[in-house]
């Protein structure tokens, strides 16, 4: 599965995306509904005159996407056919809110509300029909945020720029009709005659042919304000990003997902799915991503005195030549599942790549630097309901051998994120009143970076659900996975 963003402005749609719907104390009437028809068509105006608004929302008009046949692919090169977006156009209404940035997880962050969507066949075009709040009493109705900065430049009389994310089952090559689930089942030049979208995406082809690719079951979830790097306007890290990266090579809807930190409501990713192991561990992901949110924003004190339970690097190593003749999967089963150790990252990679040396040190370095923010990165990247099934048969790898267990046993005092141990290990830290750990900061740089550290850091998140899952629905699953995240944000 997909998650995507397009731009509005990522098509040439022929007026200005955004412009506010004129109105009297009686509704859209009179002069004010004859503007609206002359921007949106008589058949929107129709559409919406039953659609009722409080004195403190404003009514915004949007242009929010075209169709393939009349507009082509955007410019993040994916495509979206007429008949597409008439049956999945009401999707808007129905899962999304107005946001900013894409910063979507908590509808308490929303700005408004989607009154009405449509789609303009004469156009080709979806509008949508926004409610924003305009005061205080506005957004505790509709359960959000005043949209200051969106009616401050809309009374301007200024352009304000959106962009929509939806969530789609997979894309199709418009040139070789390859369906895939993820970036890593885009076709390639052995199998695409237009050189494969995984390399290609975007490259104009000598019969003039430009590669890109088609949504044909999109689910909107979310409507943002955005604004260009060029306004430097609340953009914080991600505008960096742009800046640094976005440049220099074809950005796809999915990779701006990924930039944006788009996701989709829990309930709507799930919706689908009827595994309950695998529906635990998606909702559990998003619960360790507000976690994350949480120590970033606020540095909570919990989390500098959870941090001192790890600041110190065990005594005891492990021999990892003895762990030679056994899976990781079935060493870090075992482990947790008898004396609940999750292992720090560094014995995490020196065991997955076998080797205690310099080498996994110097690629434990570079997982540490991606694991601050890896369950946000988690939560946007393509098909987290896939990887995690792929994950789960690590829950079934067990073998409890006098070894396994010894090592267990012995490990459990400097590495077991128990209750008992956990708090024995803070006491002893401010006993010795040793320094408070600083926490690491999230590396926004990385965020789309591949390579071995990049697929580590994955695989240590992935091995993290499919352990905290043992405790769901337990009095000990929230101190449980504020210590498996802190354990993430310590350096030592």
Known sequence: MHIKVASADSWDLGDVTTQLVKRSSRGIIGDDYKCLVKRAGEEFANAIKGVSFEKDETPVHVIAMGCHEKYGQNRNFDTFGSVCLDKYHPTFVKHAKVYRHHINKDPKKSYGVVKASAFNKDMGRVELLLGLNENKEAAERNEGLVADKELQKLNKGEDLAVSMSCKVAYDVC??????????????????????????????????????????????????????????????????????????????????????????????????????????????LAYTLAEIEDEIEREKPKWAQDIGRAFSNKPVDTFDFNKLAGYQPAVVLNELWQSQDILLPPQDFVSLVLGDGGEKSAAVAADVMDLLPGIYNRLIVSDDLVGQIRDHAKFAQQRLATVPLRQLAEKSAESRSVDHTHLQRRIWQSAIHNLSTPMLLQRQIEKYAETGLAFELARRYALYKLACLQKYSGTDKLPLTCKAAIVQNYISY
């Open 174 to 283: 418009m040139g070789c009709n390859n369906k895939a689930r993820s970036r890593a089942e885009y076709c390639t030049e052995d199998t695409c005659k237009y050189g494969g979208c995984k390399d290609n995406l975007g490259k104009v082809a000598e019969d003039g042919f430009v590669l890109c690719v088609d949504n044909p079951h999109p689910t909107f979830f979310d409507i943002s304000s955005v604004y260009r790097p060029a306004d430097r306007i609340a953009y914080g890290n991600v505008a960096d990003y742009l800046q640094k990266s976005a440049s220099h090579k074809t950005i796809s809807g999915s990779e701006w997902a990924e930039i944006y930190g788009s996701v989709p409501p829990v309930d709507l990713l799930v919706a689908d799915v009827h595994d309950l192991r695998t529906m635990s561990q998606v909702k």
